[in-house]
């Protein structure tokens, strides 16, 4: 096992390595530049501006040198400064990365129990009532488009009810956190600030829902489906003939089985949250990684772009180690050479 | 299983303690036996990318500027940039037109409690000036030296003569800043300045105003300077919170969980109509979008024709583009906005097909032709420029000019702009300062002493037209403001005789507000929202 994480952790450098070169020349073969991003229409046309603005930031350098620059600074801890935000890009993305993270696990948190429950609902009373009506709620999830359904859902629960929220992590009247880990129910927890935690979560729990729903619905279809091809398997009958109570024979014997590759998927929907959470971030005003990432891109923000994409890179990373893990922890016969 | 959420809750517990346990969550709400704080919060979706003067240009930086810094002269309120004293008390202009003498206020502090003094405002006229790589410089090369005699004494000396300079000196690049308290963070009027970083979070003025936190693309929090020298308002806090979805802003206006909503336009504002509550104003901006059409014949021989162009300006549906852009929109005649000197409106009916369809005729043109628009996926006050586009092909099918729409990523129509490689195009325009010299960007021009959309729609200054920069150069340094405006006129009715533009709108700012908490809510296009002037009720 040590030597297969050893392993994985060289391939997730050359890994790493190669995102930046991916980046970086893509970034460049726009044929655009952040001079004309970033600067004025009056400080466009000025020559002396300028120069001076693509000194600062060595684009007057050839592209082989603005990338040695950049992989050795990395190599020093340091990930450049933001073209855009003249701040350090470790600065921000250590700001925007915890809301994307609290808002991600939440939304994960929500895919998980609810497909997997929806699933094992579903597979328990396949083709009943119930099994239509959560079949529909997990087609809606992967086909409904993550925009629309965020401003309906808005619509009714903070416009008409009022019950939530509009947006944003946390009413600005009340609270102004500073410092703490940046994950707004972990710091009130600590704080033991009651009051901030039922207001961030009140603010979290819309964008998780939207965030999730795509996700729950894949893994409510994988559940189903991989449960139902379990238990009409030998090994469950005899389980069933032993006598065994039927919540046994679902929740010890076969769903463990069947949970092998919603494992994969809900690890793929992980990632794929990430992606989709431009949209959500805008529709409710939600600081995180998804609107800085935009923002980056559209105004070339190179050494931005490539501290996300590394951010991004690596979480799948991370991500695929752990479900590689969970494997071997949930069926023993998987081991790791 | 509650053997692994046990674990769970712990971990979480002991993370958040060893991480978190010196900081807190303080709000603006109070405590018991204090008094209730009147906290006022703006949904925007503001482009703020600093907090520093030296370095600020975007559209809301002088709204926060405003509130936090004093300059020599500031916007008088409801104007469209006329300067008014503020830390000066006046000026007096030499004879060459070149050297201002400001003399200073007596009582006016910073926030610190340190007095505002001439060399505060040398130090930091001089910061910009060695910040040559940052937007807010363009508005300060024009000094030549800044020098301060005595404590209450400014003189400036500009490199020429420049009767917009006083309108120059109240945006942000002129903020005052507290010397003496910058210098201690890394501040440097001669160079590698490095107070940047502890401006983004903190403030150095003297307005009515402090910084006192700022996340970007989250929320800035402005709190009641208590040594503030002027008659202070009666808001203790501003928040201005980051609100990007224009929905988002809306749903919370009506639930009160924000007092402004500042990003609407005249479609989305028609939500709001007629709710408990709320009112929708709107406000003049400086903001034109027009049409670009190059005289580089080598792109489009068709279209860089000025009897052709002539013909666009003809055979455009003005009253369709003031109702696309709603309430508060007008038609500048050309380059000229309303509310600076001499403006001109062209009238919304002013469409003549037979006019143009006589001119197309005239340049060979009457089958027409097929020409490419080119729009970036970008909008000016919430009006989609795709949506101008296809209203402009549509005008000028009655012409037989064939439009193709290309749409393109905004920095791409700006690179290929600012190389000169489109016949055809959408483009807008706000001002770096709100007077007539800073348009006169669109005069003809090429090369390295010409102007910006000289260069970009290769127009040629030449003999014919060389009667613009005649009367620009007169209103240049023209200080009586009806003779300025006469010569603006004069101009901008020979401008309008031959050039590559066609200009289509000048926007109006729509935003909603709370009346059940607010009064007093009024808009300049230079500071947005004029925080300094909000009464809470």
Known sequence: ?337 | MKRIVGILLLCAFVVAGFTGCSKGSSGATPGEGETEQKVIVIGAQSDLITLDPGHMYEPYANMISYAAYDMLYRVQPGTMGTPTPSVATGVNIDETDTVYTFTLRDDVVFASGNQLTANDVVWSINRVLNMKDSNAYSNVKIVEKVEAPDDKTVVITLTEPDASFLVKLTSNAYSILDSAVVKEHGGSDSGNDTAKAWLDTASAGSGPFIIKSWTPKEQLVLEKNANYWGEAGNIDSIILREMPSVDAQITALQNGEIDIALGLNSETAKQLAGKEGVTIANGSTALMTFLVMSRDETMSKEMSNPLVQEAVRFALDYEGYLTLGGEGCTIPLNFVQQGFAGALTRKADSRDLEEAQRLMAEAGYADGFEITLTCANNNSEGLEWTTIAQKVKQDLAEIKINVKIETLETTLVYEKMRDAAMPFYVMFWSPDYYDINNQFAFLPGTGDSGTAYGNRTKWERTAANEKMWELANKIQVETDTTQRAQYAEELQEFFALDNPFAFLLQHAKTFAYNSNTLQHVSYNDLCKIELCELVAK
């Not at chain 1, 460049?28 to 002396?48: C, G, M, R």
């Not at chain 1, 592209?63 to 350090?88: A, H, V």
């Not at chain 1, 972990?186 to 935690?197: E, F, K, N, Q, V």
């Not at chain 1, 005003?285 to 559209?298: D, V």
């Open chain 1, 1 to 337: 096992m040590v030597r297969f994480l050893l392993r994985r952790l060289a391939l997730t450098i050359v890994l790493l390595l190669g995102v930046t070169v991916m980046v970086f020349l893509i970034s460049h073969l726009v044929p655009s530049n952040p001079v004309a991003a970033n600067l004025s229409q009056t400080a466009l046309a000025d020559p002396e501006i300028v120069a001076a603005y693509e000194a600062k930031w060595g684009l007057d350098k050839p592209l082989s040198e603005q990338y040695f620059i950049y992989i050795t600074n990395i190599f020093k801890g340091d990930f450049g400064t933001s073209i855009r935000t003249g701040r350090p890009i470790l600065q921000d993305l250590k700001q925007y990365f915890p809301a994307t993270l609290e808002l991600s696990l939440l939304a994960m948190l929500i895919a998980i129990v609810f497909g997997i429950s929806f699933g094992i609902i579903s597979a328990v009373w396949q083709n009943k009532p119930i099994d239509q009506l959560l079949r529909a709620i997990s087609v809606s999830g992967v086909s409904l488009p993550s925009f629309w359904f965020a401003l309906l859902i808005m619509s009714v629960f903070s416009g008409t009810l009022k019950w939530f929220p509009s947006g944003g992590r946390i009413n600005p009247r009340l609270f102004n956190p500073t410092g703490g880990t940046g994950l707004y129910l972990l710091d009130a927890l600590s704080w033991g600030d009651w009051g901030m935690l039922s207001d961030s979560l009140a603010h979290l729990i819309l964008p998780a829902l939207v965030l999730g729903f795509f996700t729950m619905g894949l893994i409510t279809r994988q559940t189903r489906s991989n449960l139902l091809e379990t238990m009409s398997m030998d090994y469950i009958r005899t389980a069933r003939a032993k006598g065994m109570r039927e919540s046994r024979v679902v929740c010890a014997h076969a769903l463990n089985n069947a949970l092998i590759p919603v494992i994969t998927v809900s690890g793929m929907g992980f990632c794929n949250l990430l992606g989709g959470m431009v949209f959500v971030e805008k529709i409710f005003s939600w600081p995180g990684i998804g609107q800085y990432a935009y923002l980056s891109a559209i105004t070339l923000d190179f050494p931005a772009i490539c501290g996300v994409s590394l951010l991004i890179a690596a979480t799948y990373v991370v991500i695929n180690l752990l479900i590689d893990i969970l494997y071997g922890i949930i069926d023993p016969r998987i081991r790791y050479q």
